[in-house]
């Protein structure tokens, strides 16, 4: 074979490696991992470490875990573990003829297979938070805000907050948007029903997103001009949205650092509070966003102990410009991790888990108005 041709071969082969990890990454099993957050999609995300600190050490603290998802959480203890929401979507490999699971594929082929997500119970919902208010482990938690990023979790969500309502739970909170992985869901009646359950939520709702760019997971998609032009168009309505109902704004970006700001200096106001989280990405983008909007924040979670990216988001962030996040179930296992998280960030800044959760706590605070 003339050698020539082995630079387009191992293009095509890159090509179809990457369209694999991106056909595995859409499934909720290997351990729950978040393969759209893991430095290697094809591998499950690390586990944090025991924790060093006590319980005395914790007793006059308090954090909070600024990104979570407690409906998928939820719905693994649920359904005893992550083989669960099979069929919930049309598969896109299906529909270009290139999917080589079958009956086996855990997506759906044609409307006539489509399985609706079976909704959480409030049974299930309060036992889960009546633990949150109960579980010494969970005791200097004082803040948790969980993301809906599905337009099948916003019941989900809404029992979540309906139940701490009734429980008198004043520290869960969320945020609703479009995930990037799902940016074809974004259609104009997909908007209506986000802007809706932004008045139905109230005061709990905190933030627009997760919304964004994910280059990695939409890998073929972002090398199609019409594709990329569309995750860009959906990330800004999203945008626009939090700018309309005054709230935050929450992005995920993977491998997509310059349309990422591109989007941002295009449509958010520059005093506009936007979260970069669970970034493991450039440190240009970080200083760049950091720069541009003086209310960008930046979130760390446990990919510190396993992504070069997200450890140098760390050490280079200043503390007063970064929250923890477990982004649970996918980089940690339940918020009660944040501690933890804590203990490896001080170390690699050379301070304190005291100062660090402090600061960091301060930060949420601000950025979420929680408490206000």
Same mark, same amino acid.
């Given at each position: ?29 290997? $351990?729950?991992?978040?393969?759209? +957050?893991?430095?290697?999609?094809? *591998? ?15 007793? @006059? *603290? ?5 990104? +979570? ?6 719905? $693994? ?16 490999? !299906? ?16 409307? #006539?297979? =489509? ?8 049974? #299930? ?17 004082? !803040?948790?805000?969980? $993301? ?6 916003? /019941? ?17 909170? +969320? ?15 997909? /908007? ?21 760019? @994910?280059?990695?997971?939409?890998? @073929? ?23 309309? #109902? ?5 992005? #995920? ?41 003086? $209310? +960008? ?26 929250? =923890? ?17 804590? /203990? ?27 408490? @206000?």
């Amino acid at each position: 074979m003339a050698r020539d041709k082995w630079p387009i071969l191992l293009q095509v082969l890159l090509g179809q490696l990457a369209r694999a990890s991106s056909f595995f990454s859409r499934f909720r099993i290997f $351990n729950g991992g978040c393969f759209c +957050c893991a430095p290697d999609p094809s *591998m499950p995300p690390p586990s944090i470490p025991p924790p060093r600190h006590t319980p005395e050490e914790l007793r @006059d *603290m308090a954090y909070c875990d600024a990104h +979570c998802h407690l409906d998928i959480l939820l719905h $693994n203890l649920k359904n005893g573990g992550t083989l669960w929401g099979g069929k919930e979507k049309i598969c896109k490999m !299906w529909q270009t003829g290139d999917c080589w699971y079958g009956y086996d594929c855990q997506f759906a082929h044609g409307e #006539h297979d =489509l399985r609706p997500r079976k909704a959480l119970s409030a049974e #299930h919902v309060e036992k889960y938070l009546l633990r949150v208010r109960s579980d010494p482990q969970m005791a200097s938690l004082k !803040w948790v805000v969980t $993301n809906c990023c599905e337009l099948e979790a916003i /019941e989900d969500t809404k029992v979540i907050i309906e139940c701490a309502d009734q429980l008198g739970l004043d520290s869960v909170y +969320c945020t609703l948007g479009c995930h990037p992985h799902d940016y074809r869901d974004f259609t104009e009646e997909a /908007e209506k029903q986000l802007r809706e359950a932004i008045e139905v939520f109230g005061k709990r709702l905190v933030a627009v997103g997760e919304c964004g760019l @994910d280059y990695c997971k939409n890998f @073929d998609e972002s090398n199609d001009v019409d594709e990329r032009a569309r995750m860009m168009d959906v990330f800004a309505r999203q945008i626009r949205m939090g700018v309309d #109902h005054n709230l935050p704004v929450v992005v #995920h970006a993977r491998d997509a650092d310059a349309d990422t700001l591109e989007v941002l200096k295009r449509f958010l106001p520059k005093e506009h509070k936007v979260y970069i989280h669970a970034y493991q990405g450039g440190q240009k983008m970080m200083r760049e966003a950091l720069m541009e909007f003086p $209310n +960008c924040i930046f979130g760390v979670s446990s990919m510190v102990w396993c992504s070069e990216g997200a450890k140098a988001t760390a050490i280079h962030c200043p503390l007063e410009r970064m929250v =923890l996040e477990t982004d649970a179930p996918y980089l940690a296992k339940e918020p009660f991790e944040i501690p933890s998280l804590a /203990e490896k960030i001080a170390e690699l800044k050379g301070t304190t888990m005291q100062e660090v959760l402090k600061v960091t706590l301060d930060v949420s605070e601000k950025f979420y108005g929680l408490g @206000d």
